[in-house]
């Protein structure tokens, strides 16, 4: 059965003219959870238990997922980690032929999807990760991360929702390589990537179709 789905402190444009695989946009969304609520009359669904969900090259995981398509039919997916762990996001990035196979990567307690915008929105002690390969080459923190995925534009916020001024640290951190790494005129010390916060495992299969 299928199912249909802030004042930046900081913008950041990731070195390099590369941007996200375009082509996930287009793509169905599969969902593997262990339990599954549907409304059909609402269009929502929510998804719970070791949730993993791919479209594309996207990978996301958590907790629980909901998902609901507006009136346009686009989705729009939430996803929450367990208790003091964070979701976890995944996506390839468009690169030329030959060229090495680059990645992004996020982790917060909540990431929101908006397939209408095809925005990621990483939502408390939010984290990115640019890879090449498996080596880190940037690295972002703060307490909202958005990311678009057609113009390759973060905006970072240091201050958490609800939080008071001076919570929670309120800082934006990053660390950018400089351009001359892409080229090969510098390389950055390999920093392996965290590990998914769940494993893919058999669940309740449903394909979802944008």
Same mark, same amino acid.
């Given at each position: 059965? @299928? +199912?249909? #789905?802030?004042?930046?402190? $900081?913008?950041?444009?990731?070195?390099?003219?590369? #941007?996200?695989?375009?082509?996930?946009?287009?793509?169905?969304? *599969?969902?593997?959870?262990?339990?599954?609520? &549907?409304? /059909?009359?609402?269009?929502?669904?929510?998804?719970?238990?070791?949730?993993?969900?791919?479209?594309?090259?996207?990978?996301?995981?958590?907790?629980?997922?909901?998902?609901?398509?507006?009136? /346009?039919?686009?989705? &729009?997916?939430?996803? %929450? !980690?367990?208790?003091? @762990?964070?979701?976890? #996001?995944?996506?390839?990035?468009?690169?030329?032929?030959?060229?090495?196979?680059? #990645?992004?990567?996020?982790?917060?307690?909540?990431?929101? +999807?908006?397939?209408?915008? /095809? *925005?990621?929105?990483?939502?408390?002690?939010?984290?990115?990760?640019? $890879?090449?390969?498996?080596?880190?080459?940037?690295?972002?923190?703060?307490?909202?991360?958005? +990311? *678009? *995925?057609?113009?390759?534009?973060?905006?970072?916020?240091?201050?958490?929702?609800?939080?008071?001024?001076?919570?929670?640290?309120?800082?934006?951190?990053?660390?950018?390589?400089?351009?001359?790494? =892409?080229?090969? =005129? !510098?390389?950055?010390?390999?920093?392996?990537?965290?590990?998914?916060? !769940? =494993?893919?495992?058999?669940?309740?299969?449903?394909?979802? %179709?944008?």
């Amino acid at each position: 059965m @299928k +199912y249909p #789905f802030l004042i930046p402190l $900081l913008l950041v444009v990731l070195s390099g003219s590369v #941007f996200a695989e375009k082509a996930d946009r287009g793509k169905p969304m *599969n969902i593997e959870a262990d339990a599954l609520r &549907h409304d /059909d009359l609402k269009q929502t669904s929510v998804f719970t238990g070791r949730v993993v969900v791919t479209k594309g090259s996207i990978v996301l995981r958590g907790a629980r997922m909901d998902v609901r398509q507006d009136a /346009d039919g686009y989705q &729009h997916g939430v996803v %929450t !980690a367990e208790p003091g @762990k964070r979701a976890f #996001f995944r996506q390839k990035r468009d690169t030329p032929p030959g060229a090495p196979s680059e #990645f992004i990567e996020g982790e917060s307690e909540v990431i929101e +999807y908006d397939g209408r915008t /095809d *925005n990621v929105r990483f939502v408390r002690r939010a984290e990115m990760r640019k $890879l090449r390969e498996s080596v880190v080459t940037d690295e972002l923190s703060g307490g909202v991360i958005v +990311y *678009n *995925n057609l113009t390759d534009v973060f905006s970072v916020e240091g201050q958490q929702p609800g939080a008071k001024t001076g919570e929670g640290g309120g800082r934006v951190k990053a660390v950018l390589s400089p351009k001359e790494a =892409a080229s090969g =005129a !510098a390389t950055p010390a390999p920093r392996p990537s965290a590990a998914p916060t !769940a =494993a893919p495992t058999p669940g309740a299969s449903q394909g979802v %179709t944008p």
